[in-house]
């Protein structure tokens, strides 16, 4: 009797996911891909569930100005969605989204067509609004940060790291007002994260 195997995400993301990204200019292979739109790094990576089944698709975007999450200099060609400063689920319907397969390559596949779909109606658009030049994360404003009125394409962080973030961002875009506003707003949540602290205090401070 032939033993069975499980289908293999990465076969059904080369033969469905994969060609439609290229298409859209990423590159990359396994479960991770990237490209460049504008200052902005955008990451698409497929992940299984821990628990077999089902897998989700996460996505990033990341300025090449500033520091990774490590602190690091992001590298286009190997940065990964965790190191993303903005992440987010694909979705439609602004939930947790995962496509439930079963232990067939039919069915795998047929699930990545679905997550396909998706991503060709929902995934690009949201990655292009979070790095419009004119909108997102590149035009929002320190007040409107602070209520929450601003359009992410729900890409985010904790608020900290978000303020953190913009205000690295402001300060290499040589806004430096607004770069003290969203480092004070950081810091008024930031808590007992000393390396976090000390950072934002000293980006309140510039000149």
């Known amino acids: 009797m032939k033993g069975t195997t499980s289908p293999r995400l990465e076969?059904?993301?080369?033969?469905?996911?994969?060609?439609?990204?290229?298409?859209?200019?990423?590159?990359?292979?396994?479960?991770?891909f990237r490209r460049m739109r504008g200052t902005w790094i955008q990451v698409l990576n497929v992940q299984r569930s821990r628990y077999g089944g089902s897998f989700a698709i996460n996505l990033g975007v990341q300025p090449?100005?500033?520091?990774?999450?490590?602190?690091?200099?992001?590298?286009?060609?190997?940065i990964t969605e965790s190191l993303c400063?903005?992440?987010?689920?694909?979705s439609e319907a602004g939930a947790d989204q995962w496509w439930q397969h079963g232990?067939?390559?039919?069915?795998?596949?047929?699930a990545m067509e679905e997550a396909t779909a998706t991503y060709r109606r929902t995934g690009n658009e949201l990655l292009q609004r979070a790095c419009d030049s004119q909108a997102g994360f590149n035009a929002v404003l320190p007040t409107?940060?602070?209520?929450?009125?601003?359009?992410?394409?729900?890409?985010?962080?904790?608020?900290?790291?978000?303020?953190?973030?913009l205000a690295r961002l402001r300060k290499v875009e040589g806004k430096l007002e607004e770069a003290r506003?969203?480092?004070?707003?950081?810091?008024?949540?930031?808590?007992?994260?000393?390396?976090?602290?000390?950072?934002?205090?000293?980006?309140t401070t510039q000149q």
């Not at 506003?181 to 950072?199: P, Y």
């Open 103 to 110: 232990t067939t390559e039919e069915s795998m596949r047929s």
């Open 181 to 203: 506003a969203f480092a004070s707003l950081g810091l008024a949540q930031v808590g007992s994260a000393t390396l976090l602290r000390r950072e934002l205090e000293a980006l």
């Open 85 to 90: 400063e903005f992440r987010r689920r694909l």
């Open 11 to 32: 076969t059904a993301i080369r033969a469905v996911l994969a060609p439609v990204l290229r298409e859209d200019g990423f590159s990359g292979s396994g479960r991770t």
């Open 144 to 165: 409107d940060f602070s209520i929450g009125a601003y359009d992410s394409a729900g890409f985010g962080s904790t608020q900290v790291r978000m303020a953190l973030a």
């Open 64 to 78: 090449l100005a500033i520091p990774d999450v490590l602190g690091n200099t992001p590298d286009p060609k190997k």
